[in-house]
């Protein structure tokens, strides 16, 4: 049998922030196969399946992580199902995507999607993933914005930035929200960020689970200081928080409160929005 057809194992080697594309893909697909799961996502399922990697041997299987990992996945697929909503013939471009399968859950049928990553990322990601006619896929470093050259801006853009800022130096990040907002006026980015308490443990090597830890991220951002990613532009119009909704169990009990009583609201993992102001 040929080794990429669909039913063949396909080996995954990646390292370092690389593999955290299979970290996330494992904790959705852990999620999705729950009958109570809050995140429907068959084609992560079919991936862990198909993927030669000793998924539970590395990551374990924790379901609050798999659940909560899924809830941060639902900010950034309403934020594009709600940018598609009003820009049905739009352009969303995920920066350092992985293997997310965000395309297959939110997909409208109409618009265009653009995957900018590292090039053993992007390579995975063909054979796993084969581009339909509305995707394409570019190795290229997402930080630099020469991908912006590649955009379609006829009818709305919206950046997606999942999973990926945290592992950068604060000064790239800073540079990559200036450059989308100065590229891309009238569009969003949308990114989400650890808390500075969860960075320290990653760069002190003391965050781990099972038999995985985590790269170092150096770039952090407490809830609480969301506002401050205005100063990276004068183009950046607008600040808004996107908070994770339903839950089961204790995580849906307690999520809540961790949105909403300090200390806990402010120093969160959070997903934000930033608006770009239109051009003069």
């Known amino acids: 049998m040929a080794p990429d057809e669909p039913s063949a194992p396909l080996p995954a080697e990646l390292a ?28 992560a399922v079919e991936l862990v399946d198909r993927i030669d990697y000793p998924f539970a041997d590395r990551f374990g299987t924790s379901g609050t992580q798999a659940q909560l990992q899924a809830l941060r996945v639902g900010c950034f697929d309403r934020e594009v199902a709600d940018f598609l909503a009003r820009e049905p013939r739009g352009t969303v471009v995920c920066l350092g995507e992985g293997l997310e399968t965000q395309y297959w859950r939110v997909d409208n049928g109409r618009a265009r999607w653009l995957t900018v990553d590292l090039p053993e990322s992007v390579a995975l990601r063909e054979r796993l993933l084969p581009p339909g006619p509305r995707q394409r896929y ?30 950068l130096p604060p000064m790239r990040v800073r540079a990559l929200i200036a450059g989308c907002a100065e590229r891309f006026p009238g ?10 308490w969860f960075s320290r443990l990653t760069l ?35 600040v808004r928080d996107v908070r994770p909704a339903g ?13 909403t009583v300090p200390p806990l609201a ?13 051009r003069p």
């Open 204 to 238: 002190s090597g003391r965050m781990r689970s099972h038999t995985y830890g985590p790269p170092p991220m150096p770039w952090a951002m407490d809830a609480g200081e969301r506002d401050k990613l205005r100063t990276a532009s004068p183009a950046v119009a607008s």
């Open 187 to 196: 569009g969003s980015l949308v990114l989400d960020a650890v808390p500075r």
């Open 16 to 43: 370092a922030v690389p593999e955290t594309a299979l970290w996330t893909l494992y904790q959705r697909a852990v999620e999705a196969r729950r009958p109570d799961g809050v995140l429907r996502d068959p084609k």
């Open 247 to 259: 839950g089961r169990g204790p995580v849906g009990a307690l999520l809540p409160l961790v949105l």
């Open 266 to 278: 402010t120093r969160r993992p959070s997903v934000t929005v930033l608006d770009f102001a239109e």
């Open 138 to 167: 570019l190795a290229a470093d997402a930080t630099t914005c020469g991908w912006a050259e590649e955009v379609d801006r006829d009818h709305g853009v919206l950046v997606t930035a999942q999973g990926l800022l945290m592992y």
